[in-house]
Structure formats: C-alpha cells, structure tokens
C-alpha cells in the first residue's frame, strides 16, 4: 500500500497543491494528514487527493467542529485525536498530531501499530523504536531543522519511505 503523509500545511494552499501534486505523482492510494489542517478550503484540496483521506486535528485546528463537519461531508475520515488507518493482515497505521507528548508516547510504546505517524514538531522524523517505525513527514508550514517544507510516501509493502521536499 502507497500512503503520503502530510502534516503542518496550516492553511498554505499553494504548498498543499504542491504536495498533493507530488504525492499523486507517486500514485499514493490513502493520504493521512497529521494535524493543523486550519481551514476548509484546505479540507476540501485533501478530500480530492485520493480515494481515502484520513485527517487528525492538531493543536491548531481551532475550528476543529467546522472542519469536522467539512470532512463528513466530502467522505474524508477526521479523527480528534488518534486515526487508525487500515492496512493488511489486520494492522492498522496510526495518525496524531503529537502535540500531546503521553499520547504519542503511549501509542509508540504499545507496540500495536507498525507505523505511528505524527506532526507538531514541524521536524522531518523516521525511526525505529522496537517494532515501530514513528514517521514525522515534517511541515508544509515553517519546517525546523533548515529543512524545506516536506511531505513523505510510505509503501507499507517494502516498508520503504521517501521524503519530498515541497518547493516553497
């Protein structure tokens, strides 16, 4: 399975385009996007993105119930604060925006899930700890780190993934 992985867009349209661009160019199959979505518009860019879209509010999505509401409406899964994204065999990849540090950390140390996908940090991250592999994407808005703005493609059947960096 193809999944891209964005976080941090904060309402930066041109750069989500771009992003989105990227990832269809790579034919993902889900996008998970992993906090501080801002606004509808920027819901409504995701929903068209991919046959499954799967959105977690961050700390910054202010009008979460608004953007809830948007997502419902156009089929995209939008999660308060944990999404599971169903893989294969029964696994799940999970999404949270990481701006709760016991949340991210409880969900790394369970073991569960594969894959624990996070923003926040506005840092590119792919480690392993134990069974799990914690994947920031890094951000679309003010990446840290002297990084370009980012995004990321896993493919869950290679356990391989690719960081794009988005130009600005």
């Known amino acids: 399975m193809i999944i891209g992985i964005v976080s941090d867009s904060h309402g930066r349209h041109d750069r ?50 608004d953007l809830a509401a ?11 604060e944990v999404a599971e994204v169903p893989l294969d065999k029964g696994r799940c990849l999970v999404a949270l925006h990481g701006h709760d540090e016991s949340v991210l950390g409880e969900m790394i140390a369970d073991g569960q899930f594969p894959y624990v996908c996070h923003g926040h940090t506005h840092r590119f991250r792919d480690e392993r ?21 980012s995004v990321a493609v896993l493919d869950t059947a290679t356990d391989t993934l690719e960081r794009i960096d988005i130009d600005a």
Do not use: T
């Open 16 to 65: 989500l385009a771009a992003a989105i661009k990227a990832l269809r160019d790579r034919h993902v199959e889900i996008v998970v996007h992993c906090g501080d979505v801002v606004d509808s518009q920027s819901i409504l860019m995701l929903a068209a993105s991919a046959e499954n879209v799967y959105v977690v509010a961050g700390n910054m999505d202010r009008h979460a119930h």
């Open 70 to 80: 948007v997502a419902a409406g156009y089929g995209v899964h939008f999660a308060w």
């Open 129 to 149: 700890i134990g069974d799990v592999r914690v994947i920031n994407p890094g951000a679309l808005q003010h990446p840290r780190g002297h990084h370009a703005p």
